[in-house]
């Protein structure tokens, strides 16, 4: 088995705060400038609301969007193991489709970037993620679910699981 990527440490995103936060500061400080006004100080100032995380819509936003689903759902992996088993099950391929194994041939073919069978995605599908093993980042944290329920981790699964 050949590793395609040395990363050794996961790439980290960049803060995306500032804009609003600058705002709102800025019309603070002009609310509170202006002579003749009510002081903006007497009402408390609403605290600036962090906008949601943006994640690429490629294989590496995906790995980063699950790791932070598993982070809140305490399902342990690194972006190292679950990059390294989508690269051997799928190619990276979200919509890939196993149509020749035994569980294909059974009438439930693995699907997705780690190729899960549908009753293992049902069994380790995680509430707040699409109910499709078709969805990249859906299809992620149920399968890492999974391996760490029966293996520990993902990053302990070197070969088909």
């Known amino acids: 088995m050949s590793v395609l990527s040395t990363r050794t440490t996961r790439p980290r995103r960049r803060a995306r705060a500032g804009g609003l936060a600058a705002a709102g500061a800025l019309a603070v400080t002009l609310a509170l400038a202006v002579p003749g006004t009510a002081s903006a100080a007497s009402a ?20 980063i969007e699950a790791l932070d689903v598993m982070r809140l759902n ?4 690194t972006y ?8 051997r099950e799928s190619s990276g391929n979200p919509l890939a489709v ?12 693995s699907k997705g ?41 993902i990053d302990n699964v070197f070969g088909p699981y």
Not at 47 to 58: E, F, L, R, V
Request: cysteine-free; aromatic content about 10%.
């Open 44 to 63: 408390p100032a609403a605290a600036p609301q962090a906008a949601p995380a943006a994640y690429a819509g490629t294989l590496n936003g995906w790995i």
């Open 74 to 77: 305490s399902i342990p992996g």
């Open 80 to 87: 190292e193991g679950l990059h390294r088993n989508i690269m």
């Open 98 to 109: 196993n149509n020749w194994d035994i569980n294909a041939v059974n009438g439930t073919p």
């Open 113 to 153: 970037l780690l190729q899960v069978i549908d009753p293992t995605f049902r069994a380790y599908w995680v509430p707040g993620t699409p109910n499709d093993p078709f969805h990249p980042v859906a299809n992620i944290v149920a399968a890492a679910n999974y391996a760490a329920d029966r293996y520990g981790s």
